[in-house]
Structure formats: C-alpha cells, structure tokens
C-alpha cells in the first residue's frame, strides 16, 4: 500500500466505553427512563458506518453482484451499524435489548471479518500483521475523530482488492474493540442499575417517600 500525504490527526480520550455525550442523548430529567439514544456520536456507530460504505464499495468492485456472497457480505456490514442504532435508542426502555443488540452487531461484524480473510485466502494474498507499516498507518487515520468514509475513499476505490480487504479488515479490527468495550460497560451498568423494573420500583418507592416526608398537608 503506497503511503500518501499524513492524514490531519487529533488525539482524543472519548470511547464507547465512556458513552455519547449528554447533550446528544435523550434525556429525561425526572422518572425512571435514563437518558437514550445519541447513537450517532458513538465511535462505534462511527466505524460501522465506515465499514458498511466500505464494503458496499468492495463488494461492487470484487464480487459478482449475482453471488449470495455479495448479498452476505453487505447485509452483514448493515446488521453491523443497524444493531448498534437499534440498541442505543432502546436503552432507555430496555437495557438488556442494547446489550443484546450491541452482541448482535458484534456477532454480525465478526461474519464480515471472517468474509473478508476468506477473500484474501482465495486470492492467495496474505492478511496484513498486526504490527506492519500499512495496518498502522490505517490504524492512525482511523484514530482520528473526524475520519469517515472519505477519509478511505481513495484508497478503496483505487487499490487492489487484496489491498482494499486488508484496509477494511483494520476497520473492522477498530469497530470491534469499541464495541468490546460497549459490551462491557453495558454489562457493569446492568449489574449495577438493573433493568427497566427495577428503576420503576426504585422509583415509586422514592416517590412514595418523598410524598410522606411531605405529610398530608401537602396534598
């Protein structure tokens, strides 16, 4: 892979395990539905939308477009983006439908990494080390926190496919490690907080105290 210009970079301590900030979330002041949503500014929705457009763009480069690999392949970057969308807006209501969307996306992007090792073991191409020049140069412009599919738009549509499979194995890499550390912090939060039941009772039973700290003078 021909190494072009350096890409501008900023650093940045944000991860999905931190969350979406505040102001992009739906939020409720009072009651017991936390606030929800804001999936757009999770770095992995982030990166799965990357990794949807980057496939869609592979698929129509390398792979018929007759073959239920094609269909797969695409459907698999989708589920991918489509279920971490889907669980941030249900958190509010259901925190184990995010954790079990979330395992869904993670599921359904594992599929596409391993479609995208088959490929490279078909065209006899080797999977990119970890640790090689060209993994970490894409390593680093995916760190930054305005890269989008613009970001890879030349090198996807230019290179080869051996070379484009190994770009998008990266982001794949990338998406899946924010996603492991979604998963574990929605875990701790549901050991902690528990589910919708339990904020409803937490929080009849505040309300109920607050109304008898009141007396019923206050009524």
Known sequence: MKTPEPHRTHSTNR???QGSSPESRTSHSEGFIPAHGGYENLLSFQKSRIVYDATVRFCDRFVDRRSRTHDQMVQAARSGKQNILEGSRASGTSKETELKLTNVARASLEELLEDYRDYLRTVG?????????????VRKLGKSPDSSWETFREFLETRPGHVAANIIISLIHQTNYLLDQQI?????????????????????LASRTQQQRRGPSAS
């Open 184 to 204: 574990r912090r929605l875990e701790k939060d549901f050991l902690t907080e528990g589910g919708l039941r339990e904020r409803m009772t937490r929080a009849r």
């Open 125 to 137: 191409q080797p999977i990119w080390e970890k640790d090689s020049k060209e993994a970490l140069y």
């Open 15 to 17: 991860t999905d395990a």
